[in-house]
């Protein structure tokens, strides 16, 4: 019987050129993909809750597909974990209902980005970090967090090469914590545009580091032009924390 499947899916995305199947190019939906028919003889294709781009990291990316297969959901992670690349790692697996889609289901996503913030750069975290120590004023990035609250058209904060005409999102929470040498910022959303929570970061950061100032942000959400906001920040500091869905899934 043909079951629709959800996995969740942890992953390093340094050595990736992004989340979504690209021809003569190593993918994390790739990879899976080619594990799944090892295991099933099949071609299946997963659907992912979104892509990611290449260098950008998952804690919690989610997937689903429909399997005929005589291995025991529960087993599943086993299954794909021991024939999967070691930066890739399914934490999760269960059966959902017909229709279960991981994208169109989904009702909000969150994301961390790291900022490193020691005068050195560093070995070990140069893939999963942004390093910048030039001094940041937290208090006024914090005032301009509260102002990308709520529901605009972030079309200032979408690079260009998107096909989506619906600019308008709501950010529910933009947390920034300054932890351990480092910057987090936490940013919980029921979606995002492309490439919007690395513009937004780099935005943040000019706003603290005196180049723009707080209510610049009011401008760009008002004009609605990506040319006034900041620098788009590097892939590697980003990582794809939650999927959020509605509590019936």
Aim: hydrophobic share 35%; charged share 25%; aromatic share 10%.
């Amino acid at each position: 019987m043909m079951k629709n499947i959800m996995i969740e899916i942890e992953y390093d995305g340094t050595n990736y050129s992004g989340w979504q199947v690209q021809p003569n190019a190593r993918t994390v939906q790739g990879e899976i993909m080619k594990v799944l028919k090892k295991l099933t003889g099949k071609d299946i294709t997963i659907n992912g809750s979104g892509r990611t781009d290449a260098g950008v990291h998952a804690y919690g990316q989610v997937a689903t597909f429909n399997m005929d297969s005589n291995i025991p959901i529960d087993r599943l992670p086993l299954a794909l974990n021991s024939n999967l690349p070691k930066d890739i790692s399914i934490v999760n697996a269960k059966e959902m209902p017909k229709g279960f889609h991981a994208r169109y289901n989904a009702i909000g996503k969150r994301y961390i980005y790291r900022i490193y913030r020691n005068r050195y750069r560093s070995a070990i975290l140069r893939n999963y970090s942004y390093h910048v120590y030039s001094k940041l004023d937290y208090e006024k990035m914090e005032k301009a967090a509260k102002l990308l609250l709520g529901t605009h058209d972030f079309r200032g904060f979408m690079s260009s090469g998107s096909s989506v005409e619906d600019t308008v999102r709501t950010i529910h929470k933009l947390d920034i914590i300054n932890k351990d040498n480092s910057v987090y910022i936490h940013i919980e959303g029921n979606g995002f545009l492309y490439n919007m929570v690395r513009i937004i970061t780099g935005t943040l950061l000019e706003i603290g580091s005196g180049k723009m100032p707080v209510d610049h942000i009011n401008k760009i959400l008002e004009i609605k032009d990506r040319s006034l906001s900041g620098h788009t920040a590097p892939p590697q500091g980003l990582f794809l924390d939650k999927v959020f869905y509605p509590l019936t899934h």
